[in-house]
């Protein structure tokens, strides 16, 4: 029998505010007095878990009132919320700095089919547009668990879909890069980008800064935080050991782990539910287990966070994007080698594909090189105002280390020798890089996005694309027809570094669609 959660959890939104892009625009000819009756009332989703009190917030950003957004926090957020998300001080501190920027906010679109849920919002002192996530409390569905908030920012990037398609190659990339630079010079990217067909270099350049203190700039070399694009790093572990005969899709956890404390994983769950999402596992971040303050040695210390959390849902019945299930991955290939995560990925990825700047745990004294994170301030979430340091390379600071769902960093060369390698069969045979990127599940109902193992797939512009991104600011893409490869990061958000990569893959995608030699060698 297997044990389920009451109620269906949204995982809590973690207020690290990255930047997007939309279609969506105001509707034409709205008067100002049709917008403030829709900022009042904001029926549109009372009807949601969380919904009355995302409006409760909504109303008092427009009261232009401290006062008013201190008690609306009080009324809408658990205590949960408070502990696990963020204090309450510092909630009303990120709302009041929204509060100083816009006003008058008018939701425009509400999209509650995905977790969490995500409003498009505008504000009309300023013309500014922003998404709101948010995710109810767990036991106390009228109160909030999380909110993010982004700020929507136009980039030239996005207007590469009103780009004819180009006649050449080299037309193609010159658009690309012009593209790109503008973007760089109006401050709406900082980082590093390399496209390349079948190996070969088509774009490669940098921009601004790692390490603004040390003025020292960012390279097509610089290590930047990786994030979930790290899981296919373990995804490709996971095949190796099925092409070695040490694991199959089918197998379970307690085939490997035959102590793991939940029954329900232990009897039912399988390698390839984990792989593609559908095992039921939780977020790791927001699992009972978690402790914010605790680092993790290895992936086998990091069950603790999950092992007693219940299955969201029956194993193979769903899709639920899971953190906790790719930990639990890692820490079965570490109870099979008997050798930690870090060194299987040292040893069967970073060495054979000669990654020589992507640094794990044990590489912190060498993380002077890697950029630092920049965020927006908590006093200013939308981002109008300097961003700082997140995340330091300091040596005596911690680093974010390798794990089984993502981390770590790498440069955008690094990740580019990854994907050629795997896609030249110096990773994996090609049968078993066929199947790690087979569709497998679809990542919501009709979307037609789908997921493989460890990999993203779906059509653009008919061509297939591959790939993973990771927080908002590492991204990874292949189209497998015509062998282009786009790796790009950046160290300051918003806006996300997929506001950028996906129309450039479009573009790209237009392009080798209309060519007739435009197959992969």
Known sequence: MIILRISKAIAVVACLLFGGNSEASPQEGTTPSELQAKASSQTGIDHLQGGQAVRRLIDAINSGSEASIASAVDESFSEAGLSLFMPRDRLITMLVGVQRHATDL??????????????????????IRM???????????????????????????????????????????????RAIDAQAESGAFNGAVLLTRNGDVLLARAYGLANQQLAIANTIDTPFHIGSAGKMLTSVLVNQFMADGLLSPSTKVGDIITDYPLADVRNFVTVEQLLTHQAGL?????????????????????????????????????????NAGFSLLAAMLERISGKSFETLVRERILVPAGMSHTYLASDHPRMRSAALVYSPIETDPLGFEEPSPLLASDPSAPTDAVQGFGGGYASVSDMQKFVNSLITDRLLPRRQYEQMIEKRVEQEAGSQRYYGYGVMRYTINGQTMIGNSGAGRFDVRHLVESGYTLTIATNHSPPSVTATSLPVMDFIARFASSRDDMTAN
């Open 131 to 177: 998404l709101i996530r948010f995710g109810p409390d767990r036991q106390n569905t009228d109160r909030l668990a999380g909110i993010g908030i982004t700020r929507l920012i136009d980039l030239a990037a996005s207007r590469l879909a009103n780009e004819r398609t180009p006649d050449t190659e080299a037309q193609m990339v010159e658009v690309i890069a």
């Open 106 to 127: 008018v939701i425009r679109e509400v999209k509650s089919d995905v977790e969490p849920v995500t409003l498009l919002v505008e504000a009309q002192s300023g013309r």
């Open 282 to 322: 939780g977020t790791f971040f927001q699992s009972p287990g978690y402790d914010r303050d605790k680092r993790y040695v290895d992936a086998t210390s990091e069950m603790v966070v999950y092992s007693a959390e219940p299955l969201f849902f029956p194993p193979g019945s769903s899709f639920r994007y899971s």
